[in-house]
């Protein structure tokens, strides 16, 4: 078995058509709206039919707020090397870290000529490549204050080192032939196959391939990340090489890739919404619960053990867990703060004052399991506590709302405000437009999603399960209320609701922002409590 350990990644991969550029953009949306992490474009800068690559993926990252892009995968006789690296790094700055580069050596060569471009045997594009990515890190600032890399190919003497990119990022090559898979081995980020091209079996072979020459070069094998673009139907019967059946098959088959041929990035390949949304909301969090439960097994160690987790999406550098019991293994219920503060982090949540308004509750407190204590002697550096205390601040601008909601209230109850009034200033804040969004989490910086909360709960929760599964608990309760504070949310405006059509009062409008009030605070330090050390140990990228 072969488990290479990395952060679990799902994408579309979208045609890029030029006759209709706002659904391409619209299905770029749905993907981030779905909970997914990627969204691709093929390019081939020939083509006239498709919408150029690179200024396709800046419309995508300006009409998107944390999804990452890349080509898929660029076209590099037609992209100079020393101009696609500034592209992406400009893009990659001004998206704050979301750019990916996908890179290829070519193909369709009579159109590449027809473009200008030059006409390669096989040989020599596996030798262009190399030379590309050595201009390109080294435009990136990897080889100092200026690049030279005097190829056959391509000829850099003296280029500016820069723009720096805002993060590491990956070059995950598509490739299939032993020396390209040899090359990606020495110099790579990434191999990026499509499923068809290459079919299940043949993985251990090319894995292989990867392994060795990696080894060879000094470099571990886990640095490689194996990402795979694939077809798939939610139906019974056969879609080609691709991924059919039901959403628990494709979860059972994409899993099975991960536990046993290192897999660990999935690019749907289409441009049906349906699918898009199945895929994010139904497949991608069952393969991510599945790989969790099986990385978490104690039995399991080395490479391959699933115990291994990839931090970053650059060099792809692989770090150890600590062992975790079974996810449904109950945590223990014991404070993990000592005077307030969480050990070893320096930061102090906001603490549960205790007050009910309410003269009801929609849960018992004292079931709330909590999050083990990992190890108070790590040393958090000052941008893993910035992670940490990141939550608190989206929580405090959480806090600042449900403030003026009781204001609201206090203003109709006073006559200042009309009823009508209120419920739109209401429908009109991160609670009602979110409907969960309490705690949302983004690695580079805070985030307020705008999706529904089914959705959304396939997004930080589970990424920290798979991080740890001994979280597995206290996530999954989170994930409950989060539900039931839909509910109470829903209870306020249907409260106005009644206050407008003289079916309801002040007194029960009252009641219910008072039951907003006690839930939403309890279940916001709770969540700071629970939350704020895996998040500062581990990030959510």
Not at 278 to 294: H, M
Not at 331 to 359: K, M, Y
Not at 457 to 482: F, G, I, K
Request: net charge negative; charged share 25%; hydrophobic share 40%.
């Amino acid at each position: 078995m072969t488990d290479y350990g990395h952060e679990l990644l799902f994408g579309t991969f979208i045609t890029p058509r030029a006759d209709s550029p706002e659904r391409v953009v619209a299905l770029a949306q749905l993907s981030e709206q779905a909970g997914l992490d990627l969204v691709t474009a093929q390019d081939h800068p020939y083509q006239a039919a498709f919408l150029d690559t690179w200024t396709l993926l800046s419309m995508i990252v300006g009409r998107t707020q944390r999804i990452r892009v890349s080509p898929n995968v660029a076209n590099l006789p037609l992209r100079p090397p020393a101009v696609l690296a500034r592209s992406a790094a400009s893009l990659d700055l001004l998206s704050g870290g979301r750019v990916e580069l996908g890179l290829g050596a070519g193909a369709f060569w009579d159109a590449i000529v027809a473009n200008g471009g030059p006409h390669r045997t096989p040989p020599e594009s596996v030798e262009a490549l190399e030379e590309a990515i050595a201009v390109i890190r080294g435009i990136w600032g990897q080889t100092g204050s200026s690049v030279q890399v005097n190829g056959k190919h391509y000829r850099v003497r003296g280029a500016k080192v820069g723009p720096e990119p805002a993060h590491d990022i990956g070059i995950w090559v598509g490739a299939y032939k032993p020396r390209m898979l040899r090359l990606i081995g020495r110099l790579a980020d990434g191999w990026l196959p499509t499923l068809g091209y290459v079919q299940p079996d043949q993985f251990p072979e090319l894995n292989k391939l990867i392994d060795d020459a990696a080894v060879k070069a000094g470099r571990e094998p886990a640095a490689i990340r194996r990402l795979v673009n694939f077809s798939g139907v939610f139906s019974r019967g056969p879609v080609g090489s691709g991924i059919s059946g039901t959403a628990e098959d494709w979860a059972e088959q994409l899993t099975e890739l991960t536990l046993t041929h290192g897999l660990s990035a999935y690019i749907l390949a289409g441009d049906d919404a349906t699918t898009i949304q199945r895929f994010g909301a139904e497949v991608a969090p069952a393969v991510r619960e599945r790989v969790a439960a099986e990385r978490a097994r104690p039995a399991a160690t080395g490479t391959g053990s699933g115990t291994a987790t990839a931090t970053g999406t650059g060099t792809g550098t692989a770090t150890g867990t600590v062992p975790s019991p079974e996810p449904e293994q109950a945590a223990p219920r014991e404070s993990i703060t000592v005077n307030g503060e969480i050990p070893g982090v320096g930061i102090t949540p906001t603490p549960d004052d205790g007050v009910r308004l309410a003269d009801r509750t929609v849960w018992d407190e004292s079931e709330r399991p909590v999050a083990p204590r990992i190890d108070e002697g790590h040393k958090y550096t000052r941008h893993e506590r910035a992670r940490g205390q990141q939550l608190i601040d989206i929580h405090d601008h959480l806090r600042e709302e449900l403030a003026q909601v009781r204001d609201l209230v206090d203003q109709v109850e006073a006559g200042m405000l009309g009823i009508g009034e209120a419920r739109s200033a209401i429908n009109e804040m991160t609670l009602r437009q979110n409907n969960w969004t309490l705690g949302t989490y983004c690695e580079s910086y805070c985030r307020l999603v705008t999706t529904h909360h089914t959705i959304e709960d396939q997004s930080m929760l589970p990424n920290l399960r798979q991080a740890d599964a001994r979280l597995a608990p206290v996530t999954l309760r989170l994930e409950a209320e989060h539900k039931v504070i839909h509910e109470v949310i829903e209870s306020v405006d249907r409260a106005l609701v009644a206050l407008v059509a003289g079916e309801g009062d002040l007194k029960g409008l009252r009641a219910e922002v008072d039951l907003l009030t006690d839930t939403l605070l309890s279940h916001l330090s709770y969540e700071e409590r629970s939350l704020v050390e895996p998040l500062a140990r581990y990030g959510m990228h």
